[in-house]
């Protein structure tokens, strides 16, 4: 069946204007070649409002096929928009067979491909379905960075540097397994358009890239500490196109800066750009493209239009990002938070807590359709249950606690009649006697309920927003999650509300404030300024492609499978609606704020992956910085400048990286003065000790 094609002309808006000057003699040229505005109808694109301010959804990606057309994906109304060479018009493609498409791609003979949420699409250049290929189980969308080259159908490009062939999926894909592979052994790399295979992994404070059994090497230097590095494309000559994304803190809440950055094959760089991401209004899925002659687009989605930039990269360009100048953490930081009389568990054992979420298995019932009263669930919109459990069907094997928005599981587990583990720890939740058949075969709590004030026609579930807290129902929310995870609870032995989390003063005062982001430790959280959403840092990935996150989520923006369970975000995400707190003090070494600065032995006690230990120090260079008497953990050692106010440096002065307790040693060669961090990678119980000298 051939679906309608809207033609519509967009007056002058497909113009391609005169080059501008650079501001700056070296920085980049954006000259504008599309601009589509804000609406409903043929030719514009859609944005979908959080009604508690700001954008929640919008158009995911865009590319350029091989004859210059630009292909925009608007995926809230499923089509694409077409804009080719030369046109003044713009074609609406519908697609309605898809549910929220986050990539697309031409095929050379003009076909498109799409990625949708749990499967790839192949359809005709009028929206007519070709073939449907299902993801493989245990991956979802997000996973994927783009779509590869081609050959009889394309690659998926994945988390983990590998990539997949579109029409010979596996059936299982453990993508975050490989992800947390430190030593790339399971990786086999993208390819490049010149047969090269590249892997990257995080190496300190920068990111290397390398080409499979062959000397070339990229080394990405970025601003700060916490940073991630993506490829976005080769060119036709090999060279490698990458999105560098730099997080920082500005006025309590994190701000990104992204660059595109090209390198030559032998590492060389030979442009960049800074992305203009404060005029964001909305985080698609992919926001830069190359074609095949290496020429870099990049699409800005503002507030009253999504604008398409062909880009000249130029040799600078001036940095947003905001370093500390502070010398000593605020009060705040060191302040120890009111726990109202209960004990706050440890960062390990809040992680196992977590995990202990995130991984319960349990097996759907019929019966858990149902409240206490025997009402079944409304069949309506406003019922509509998480997608965990959309399909399941009497006895389909679950993991992860199911989601309910209001959940208010804390410390004590026995938090009313209807409690959502009912005094049962969670690896008991299901079974004769576990939490849930506590008041099953008989009504009980109805399962994953969502409350919700959604408007007909809303049939995505996330779309739909809490009216208030409710009762009979099973299961956990995010901010329920976050507080069970560390064993936290108000007075009256609920948890607090999620905007509390912010570090609100007063009685009601809960987080601490964590400082900069390039002092983000493990089990530290970040809290959406509109007090939606909570969720845990757990690490960042090895390969230096964004973070892993612990969170009870209600899929919101795009993640699939509502529940306890562990996700994975970019750093653009964060981008102005979130602020980073901490349950946990900062104690020595836990921040370049608070430097150790004495040699001898030190315990990392956090027991957990991606703990961070600082030192402080001068040398005259005549030896090395060693760690030895490492007692497990896996701890790596990293040695940068210090740039005296303005904190340690992201340059790398040295690193040393073996596996396991092998020790470790940076020779520095020079005197001056210095920082070095021991960065904890695995994940292990109680303290790792280790003896730093220089």
Not at 105 to 133: C, F, K, M, S
Not at 478 to 500: F, I, R
Request: charged share 15%; hydrophobic share 35%.
């Amino acid at each position: 069946m051939r679906q309608l094609i809207f033609l519509v002309a967009i007056v002058g808006s497909l113009a391609m204007p005169t080059p501008r000057a650079a501001a700056v003699v070296g920085e980049a040229i954006w000259t504008q070649v599309a601009k589509l505005p804000v609406g409903s109808g043929p030719g514009q694109v859609t944005y979908e409002s959080h009604p508690t301010g700001g954008v929640g959804r919008g158009p995911q990606a865009f590319t350029v096929a091989p004859d210059g057309s630009i292909y925009v994906l608007d995926s809230m109304q499923r089509r694409f928009h077409v804009i080719r060479a030369g046109q003044s018009e713009v074609a609406t493609v519908l697609v309605p067979m898809t549910e929220y498409p986050i990539e697309i791609q031409v095929a050379p003979d003009g076909t498109i491909w799409l990625l949708d949420t749990d499967r790839v699409l192949h359809v005709t250049d009028d929206g007519t379905l070709l073939e449907a290929n299902p993801l493989p189980t245990g991956m979802v969308a997000t996973d994927v960075f783009r779509f590869g080259g081609f050959g009889a159908a394309p690659t998926l490009w994945i988390h983990g540097y590998r990539q997949l062939l579109v029409n010979a999926l596996p059936l299982h894909a453990n993508v975050r397994a490989d992800l947390a592979d430190k030593t790339g052994a399971s990786v086999g790399g993208l390819e490049s358009s010149t047969g090269k295979r590249w892997v990257a992994r995080t190496d300190g404070p920068t990111i290397v890239f390398r080409a499979v059994g062959r000397p070339e090497r990229v080394v990405v230097t970025p601003n700060t500490f916490f940073a991630t590095a993506q490829p976005i494309a080769f060119d036709a000559a090999g060279k490698i196109h990458v999105s560098v994304q730099d997080a920082f803190s500005r006025g309590g809440v994190v701000t990104v800066e992204e660059t595109i950055r090209r390198y030559g094959p032998s590492g060389e760089l030979e442009g960049v750009a800074r992305v203009p991401t404060e005029r964001f209004v909305v985080s698609p899925h992919r926001i830069a493209e190359v074609s095949g002659t290496g020429t870099t687009f990049v699409m800005v989605p503002e507030a009253t239009a999504l604008v398409i930039y062909r880009v000249e990269l130029g040799t600078t360009y001036r940095t947003s990002v905001a370093r500390t100048t502070a010398s000593r953490p605020s009060a705040k930081m060191l302040a120890k938070p009111a726990l109202y009389g209960f004990p706050l568990r440890a960062r390990d054992v809040a992680l196992q807590r977590a995990q202990a979420m995130n991984n319960t298995n349990w097996n759907w019932h019929d019966t858990y359709n149902k409240f206490s009263d025997g009402t079944s669930r409304p069949a309506d919109v406003t019922g509509t249950p998480p997608s965990q459990i959309a399909s399941a069907t009497e006895g389909t094997p679950l993991m992860g606690i199911p989601y309910t928005w209001g959940g208010a599981d804390t410390v004590q587990f026995a938090d009313g009649a209807y409690s959502h583990s009912d005094g049962q720890p969670w690896t008991s939740w299901d079974g004769a006697d576990g939490a849930l058949n506590k008041y099953y075969p008989g009504d009980g709590p109805l399962v994953g309920k969502i409350t919700t004030d959604c408007l007909p026609g809303q049939y995505y579930s996330w779309r739909c927003y809490p009216t208030g807290a409710m009762s009979g129902t099973a299961g956990i929310d995010c901010s329920g999650y976050v507080y069970a995870a560390a064993g936290y609870s108000s007075a009256d032995g609920l948890k607090l509300p999620t905007y509390s989390l912010n570090g609100t003063p007063g009685s009601q005062y809960a987080g601490l404030e964590a400082g900069l982001v390039d002092n983000l430790q493990p089990m530290n959280y970040f809290v959406r300024l509109d007090g939606n959403h909570v969720f845990y840092y757990e690490y960042r990935y090895a390969d230096g492609n964004g973070i892993s996150t612990l969170e009870a989520t209600t899929d919101f923006p795009s993640w699939p499978g509502q529940g306890a369970r562990q996700s994975s975000r970019n750093l653009r995400d964060l981008q102005g609606q979130w602020s980073h707190r901490s349950w946990w003090s900062y104690g020595q070494g836990d921040s370049y704020l608070t430097a150790i600065t004495t040699q001898g032995t030190t315990p990392a006690c956090m027991g957990i992956r991606g703990q961070m230990v600082w030192y402080k120090f001068s040398t005259d260079g005549t030896r090395p910085v060693t760690l030895t008497g490492i007692s497990g953990g896996d701890p790596d050692l990293y040695v940068v400048e210090d740039h005296g106010s303005a904190g340690p440096s992201t340059i790398l002065v040295g690193s040393s990286t073996h596996l396991g307790t092998q020790n470790e040693s940076v020779t520095i060669g020079r005197s001056g003065n210095f920082y070095a961090y021991v960065h904890v990678y695995s994940t292990q119980g109680g303290c790792v000790w280790w003896t730093i000298n220089w």
